[in-house]
């Protein structure tokens, strides 16, 4: 009987992190949008500067977007893959539209922190999978975030 119960949390431990990776492709899809809001919309003294920032967060995203997918369907999970499941799982909000230069820099500090707590549940999650790779892939993203965080931080003073 020890070996079904085993299995049993096995397997809740497993969906628990096919949720948070999923919350996570969910999130960065919506920031993916949110940033090109940003990058399309920006105005201000600060056009020229934050234009060629957000088009670099962009693209930073979505390839941690790419990756993270990847990683779920490598360990036989399904991530999500259409705006409408997107917006049901994300815990990011979309951009209103109405942002001007220092609410889409705060904004964006505040994305990432709530994915960079995401992250660290996901390496927590897999860390009691014995899932080292998608630990480490989470950790990497995380410092990332981190140092994104630190100089957008900056940027407001």
């Known amino acids: 009987m020890a070996k079904a119960d085993s299995k049993s949390a096995s397997k809740a ?50 390839e941690k977007m790419d990756a ?41 500090v505040e994305d990432f922190a709530t994915l960079s707590e995401s992250f660290q549940e996901g390496i927590e999650l897999a860390d009691k999978e014995g899932d080292e790779a998608t630990a480490d892939l989470l950790t990497g993203f995380k410092g990332d975030l981190e140092k994104h965080m630190w100089m957008l931080r900056t940027y407001l003073g």
């Open 13 to 62: 431990s497993k969906t628990s992190l096919e949720q948070v990776l999923n919350e996570q492709v969910a999130n960065l899809n919506v920031l993916y949008v949110k940033i090109h809001n940003y990058h399309w919309y920006v105005k201000g003294e600060n056009f020229f500067t934050l234009h060629v920032k957000f088009e670099e967060l962009y693209n930073d995203v979505t």
């Open 68 to 108: 993270i997918a990847e990683r779920l369907l490598t360990i036989k999970g399904s991530p999500a893959a259409t705006m409408k499941e997107y917006l049901e799982i994300a815990t990011i909000q979309e951009a209103s539209g109405k942002e001007d230069e220092r609410a889409m820099v705060q904004a964006l």
